[in-house]
């Protein structure tokens, strides 16, 4: 029997023993295979399959490198590896795994962009990057979560691209309706965007959903006193103050609106109680 019979002859004897419970002797004969044949494939998968099982992952990261260094244009194993390198939170390792998988082969799953825009957003590393795999994501399949467009959203935000921005989070909206950060946030890029009449509908959605919602009583104060609308506004604010009696940063604002007024020593006692 020369080594290649040998080598698929322990190979089969893994199977075997893995299809009758013992994984410890499977893994045993897989890897006498490999010692044989240190280029046979098989068992090497094999045994990542059982590692990852057994959350074993730096074995398994050693399968898989192993794979990749007999099949350097195989995407499959390097996107195994970043999942792998996730698990271990190397995040910058699994990035650079899925980054390697799609210059090898663009045409890969939905999932495999989405993994690596979310590493990315989580990492805060190359913005342009994660939002351009976010879109290549739902192209491919606009079937994920509400907190995904959500983050994607949130990161379109920082590039000041809004209009883009309140469509992901109406996406998100439509996915969950009962999120209350999900109508601040499209508040939020609705104001940015000088949508006011919008986004005062999202900030009394989120009171709605939510009705002692700090954030949405003082973001709707806010558009009411960009409107010039001071009774409303400072309606809204006595409802902060209410929930949140030491908030400074409201005095400042009504403050602001009694000064408008001409009610200046009114104005004079808030701007001291938000200094205190």
């Not at 029997?1 to 013992?22: D, I």
């Not at 190359?126 to 983050?151: G, H």
């Not at 919008?198 to 009394?204: L, M, S, V």
């Amino acid at each position: 029997m020369n080594k290649k019979e040998q080598a698929q002859a322990n190979f089969k004897q893994g199977n075997e023993l893995y299809q009758q419970g013992n994984i410890h002797g499977s893994i045993d004969r897989y890897q006498e295979a490999i010692k044989i044949k240190s280029d046979y494939a098989q068992p090497l998968i094999k045994l990542a399959q059982i590692f990852e099982a057994q959350e074993n992952w730096a074995e398994a990261v050693k399968c898989y490198q192993r794979l990749i260094g007999l099949y350097p244009e195989n995407d499959r194993f390097y996107i195994k590896l970043a999942r792998v390198f996730t698990q271990q939170n190397k995040i910058h390792g699994a990035i650079y795994a899925y980054q390697t998988a799609i210059e090898l082969n663009a045409a890969v799953s939905a999932v495999v962009y989405k993994q690596l825009a979310e590493l990315l957003l989580r990492e805060q590393d190359d913005l342009d990057l994660a939002i351009a795999s976010c879109q290549k994501a739902v192209s491919l399949n606009p079937d994920f979560s509400a907190s995904f467009y959500n983050r994607f959203a949130d990161a379109l935000i920082e590039k000041e691209r809004y209009d883009e921005a309140i469509q992901y989070y109406q996406k998100a909206i439509e996915l969950n309706p009962d999120v209350v950060k999900f109508y601040l946030s499209l508040g939020s890029a609705l104001t940015k965007n000088k949508r006011f009449d919008e986004a005062i509908n999202c900030y009394q959605k989120a009171i709605q959903l939510k009705p002692d919602c700090v954030p949405a009583f003082k973001n709707l104060g806010e558009v009411f006193q960009h409107q010039q609308q001071a009774e409303k506004a400072f309606s809204c604010y006595k409802r902060v103050l209410a929930l949140k009696p030491n908030s400074g940063y409201i005095y400042r604002r009504i403050g602001d609106i009694l000064k408008q007024q001409g009610r200046e020593n009114e104005a004079q006692q808030c701007y001291v109680k938000a200094a205190q």
